[in-house]
């Protein structure tokens, strides 16, 4: 470091490891850091709010630059490490200064969602959606968008969260309001399980013949022969990968996008 100036070492800040998707993601990273002989340190953190007070903290340990796996929701967080000479690569967040953004492709995942359903045959659509998060309200948004304009009421929104337990909560108020989707589609696989079981143990109805669900991230349990989980899978190397050569290199700010795709199991029919 006395030589060149550069220490080698890249934060990266994660948060949400109860969800198997973001274990997968640091492993990507790191592996992708080290292919170009940077280190990384992790840095556990439930939100940007954290990682604003962590700012200092990251300096201390003079960092050439950071990974944020948490959406950066204030510019304020942004500008404080580009001023202290930071560059930051942010996933699934909106830009903010020279912030540079690695987003998968959520505005396609939620329009292939909604025509996905709909062309197996559903009329009632509903959404599980996650908390205050840009990739969820993109999933939202063209989700809802893809529904309406094939014809069809607007889905049902219902505010799940990101676990297992929210997904089966938010099911569960969901069929006891006496809504009927005959499709849903959810944030993430946890919420996308939870609901399941929820609609079967708790209401006696079976999926796909009576609701169809797809959830999003491809964890390794959606593949499971219990569940078998229509989903949609995100390429995380090709992330890590982009999430490396963003930091290294010095462009202007920019996003780049990584395509999902839509794993077909036994959660929906043919």
């Known amino acids: 470091m006395l030589q060149t100036g550069r220490s080698g ?36 953190a439930e939100s940007d709010e954290n990682l604003d007070h962590l700012v200092g903290e990251l300096s201390r340990y003079r960092i050439d630059g950071a990974i944020s796996t948490l959406a950066i929701r204030s510019p304020k967080v942004a500008s ?28 396609t995942t939620g329009s292939t969602a909604g025509n996905a359903l709909i062309e197996r045959g559903c009329r009632k659509l509903a959404y599980l959606a996650g908390r205050d998060n840009p990739s969820q309200h993109d999933r939202q948004r063209s989700f809802c ?32 309001s006496g809504a009927r989707p005959d499709g849903i589609f959810c944030v993430n696989d946890l919420v996308a399980i939870g609901a399941m079981d929820a609609i079967k143990l708790q209401f006696g109805l079976r999926v796909p013949e009576d609701v169809q669900v797809i959830g999003c991230d491809d964890i390794p349990m959606a593949g499971w022969r219990r569940h078998d989980l229509t989903t949609f899978a995100q390429d995380m190397e090709a992330l890590g990968v982009a999430c490396a050569d963003l930091l290294q290199d010095e462009p202007p700010a920019q996003t780049l996008t990584i395509p999902s795709q839509l794993i077909l199991r036994g959660t929906t029919l043919p």
């Open 9 to 44: 070492l890249i934060a990266v800040v994660m948060g949400g490891f109860y969800n198997p998707v973001y274990a997968e993601i640091l492993r990507c990273i790191t592996a992708a850091l080290k292919a170009r002989n940077l280190e990384s340190l992790l840095v556990d």
């Open 80 to 107: 404080n490490l580009e001023r202290l000479g930071i560059p930051i690569v942010a996933i699934n967040s909106r830009r903010h200064g020279k912030m540079r953004v690695v987003s998968t492709s959520n505005r």
């Open 145 to 176: 968008k893809a529904v309406t304009t094939r014809g069809l009421a607007p889905p049902e929104i219902v505010v799940a969260g990101f676990t297992y337990e929210e997904g089966y909560l938010a099911a569960s108020r969901l069929f006891a």
